[in-house]
């Protein structure tokens, strides 16, 4: 007689499964979701009018503070205007994906939307802060703005795609600027890095809470997003002189700040 | 330098090490919170070959755990993200431990070798199943004499045969052990007669018939949560080797006469001074025992065979099987036993 009983979950049918069978199984439980949107839907343009107009303000405070920037490092002030230049060229370039799907940005929300940061970022210019105005720009909005354009890339129209290919290269080297400033100046700006970490990092969370809803109509996942900025924002800290520890400690905020 | 990419069993575990590793936070977090988590390089710590060589190696936690699978998108991330951060910090040779090959051959991740800027190099990883299969033969061969099975004369049953670690299992049982005959038991009928047909023999059965009959069982399948199996209508004795993942058969299958020993673990010939793997590993002994696919990376870097070994399904030979093995014993290795269950050494297990 049959020793086994084996009861799946459709029937009472004897099933043997092997670990890759029953992981595919568990996985295509889900979606893949490899269907780009519908970027002409209205629900698509209404979500896109905020996104887009994100990306447009976040670039041009981009350009205004490594401008800003300059008069506090007057030796880098050259290469920081060269960086802010390239800024101005993004935002161009996303104001021309708005127009080519018909969409206005919304750009009274993104100026209140980068509000927190910009003021943060103002204090510290006031100050004299290099540390902290570095952190703010050149790590934390920029990591942001790598993860956003990380998962926006296989979810975007044709048109937008190419722009924003072109574009997260560039940020990577903006990232990279101001984590060779602070790597070269690690012992003295610890200490402003971890502070400047513990005001800002809540910020980005908060923001990137607030624009989950509509990521999520342009098939932008939450979680994805949060993961891509930490994996950038770490990558950082790591290069910069921060152990694994005091990276998982300062990092933590994004998760459940 | 070799890596190992392994993650935690279970979404309280996770939590539970994260907690004993001193973060709070992240032993709080539910479930999205280490879906939105980045994975770590949690640990280096350097390992001496019975030979006296010595090599670095670095555990990376995928920050994956089983309640993803639901999650396609996320677990295909994790996994992704992991190797990528193995190569970025230069390790040489990594192993996919516990679902992360699984998730890798069942996504076909092999078309997602773009990584943000990063293209991944696969011949710096390898799944680590030549070692494992290798290693379940060995338990095999070494374990079924201890309890009275004379090979030659027994029937061993293969299930989940058709599989990448399975059909290594068949070729080497019937090739170089000579076993008396083998059941193949799976799921799909033609990989089934496929596999039949390169072996020039075996027999293929449901897996109630396959388990009245065998002496020997190799699980190297997962069990359906339901399974249950009447001891009484085993062979008596009957040696279940389970090499499956996650490991769970001795819940299912216990009494006289049964013996079911972990399949795919090995031992080393010391301690290793590694903390967090200890933790979330959840060996006997922790500190020498550890995942056959673990253990293909550090062999990999003392042979300076740096290759993704084990690669894609069905490509283990007997002869890879040959040259991982005779790492295996060169280094220190030893397949777990049933004397090592049956009769733990306290001293060894606390030293």
């Given at each position: 007689m049959p020793t086994i009983q084996s009861i799946t979950n459709a029937g009472s049918r004897a099933e043997v499964e092997t670990s890759r069978d029953l992981a595919a199984g568990q996985l295509i439980a889900?979606?893949?979701?490899?269907e780009l949107p519908d970027f002409t839907s209205p629900v698509y343009k209404d979500a896109y009018s905020r996104i887009n107009a994100i990306v447009i303000e976040g670039e041009q405070e981009a350009h205004d503070n490594y401008i800003s920037l300059g008069t506090l490092i007057p030796d880098q002030a050259e290469e920081l205007a060269r960086l802010a230049r390239m800024e101005l060229k993004h935002m161009k370039g996303f104001t021309a994906c708005a127009a080519n799907l018909g969409v206005e940005a919304d750009m009274p929300f993104a100026k209140e939307f980068f509000t927190p940061l910009r003021d943060n970022f103002q204090a510290g210019l006031r100050d004299g802060k290099v540390v902290t105005c570095l952190l703010i720009q050149s790590l934390l909005i920029e990591a942001f703005a790598i993860a956003a354009y990380h998962i926006y890339i296989p979810v975007a129209d044709p048109f937008a795609r190419r722009i924003t290919e072109a574009v997260v290269k560039d940020e990577y080297t903006h990232l990279n600027y101001g984590q060779e400033w602070l790597k070269a100046n690690f012992e003295a700006s610890r200490a402003e890095l971890e502070q400047a970490n513990r005001q800002n990092l809540p910020h980005v969370r908060r923001m990137l809470e607030r624009v989950a809803a509509d990521a999520a109509v342009l098939q932008m996942e939450k979680s994805a997003l949060i993961e891509d900025f930490m994996i950038a924002y770490q990558e950082a800290l790591t290069e910069i002189g921060f152990n694994s520890r005091e990276i998982a400690r300062m990092a933590v905020v994004a998760l459940v700040g | 330098m070799f890596g190992l990419i392994g993650h935690s069993t279970s979404l309280a575990a996770a939590c539970e090490l994260a907690e004993r590793l001193g973060y709070p936070e992240y032993a709080q977090g539910d479930l999205d919170m280490w879906c939105s988590a980045p994975p770590q390089l949690v640990e280096n710590f350097s390992v001496t070959s019975a030979t006296g060589k010595t090599i670095e190696g670095a555990y990376i936690d995928?920050?994956?755990?089983?309640?993803?699978?639901?999650r396609f998108k996320t677990a295909k991330r994790k996994v992704l993200n992991a190797m990528e951060l193995a190569q970025k910090r230069g390790i040489a040779i990594t192993a996919l431990g516990g679902f992360t090959s699984i998730i890798f051959e069942d996504m076909n991740l092999?078309?997602?070798?773009?990584?943000r800027a990063t293209t991944l190099?696969?011949?710096?990883?390898?799944?680590g199943n030549t070692h494992t299969a290798w290693v379940i033969c060995h338990q095999v061969e070494l374990n079924a004499p201890r309890i009275g099975i004379d090979l030659a004369k027994a029937r061993v049953a293969v299930i989940g045969a058709t599989g990448d670690i399975g059909s290594a299992v068949c070729r080497w049982l019937s090739q170089?052990?000579?076993?008396?005959e083998l059941l193949l038991v799976a799921r799909k009928q033609q990989p089934l007669l496929d596999l039949q047909s390169e072996l020039g023999g075996g027999r293929i059965l449901a897996l109630e018939e396959a388990l009245q009959q065998a002496d020997v069982v190799v699980w190297v399948a997962s069990l359906p949560e339901s399974l249950s199996i009447?001891?009484?209508?085993?062979?008596?004795p009957c040696l279940m080797i389970?090499?499956?993942?996650?490991?769970?058969?001795d819940s299912k299958a216990s009494g006289a006469g049964i013996h079911v020993l972990k399949g795919g673990i090995v031992e080393f010939h010391r301690d290793i001074d590694w903390q967090v793997v200890a933790l979330a590993a959840e060996?006997?002994?922790?500190?020498r025992q550890m995942f056959a696919c673990f253990a293909e990376a550090m062999l990999l870097d003392f042979e300076e065979l740096?290759?993704?070994?084990s690669w894609g399904?069905?490509?283990?030979?007997l002869e890879k099987m040959e040259l991982i093995g005779a790492a295996s014993l060169r280094h220190g290795f030893q397949a777990l036993g049933l004397d090592s269950l049956s009769a733990p050494a306290p001293s060894l297990a606390t030293a």
């Open positions: 889900e979606s893949s979701g490899d | 995928s920050v994956f755990v089983p309640e993803m699978l639901r092999l078309k997602e070798q773009q990584v190099e696969w011949e710096r990883f390898t799944t170089r052990t000579g076993v008396a009447d001891p009484a209508n085993l062979p008596n389970d090499g499956g993942y996650p490991k769970n058969l060996m006997a002994k922790p500190q740096h290759t993704n070994f399904r069905n490509h283990i030979t």
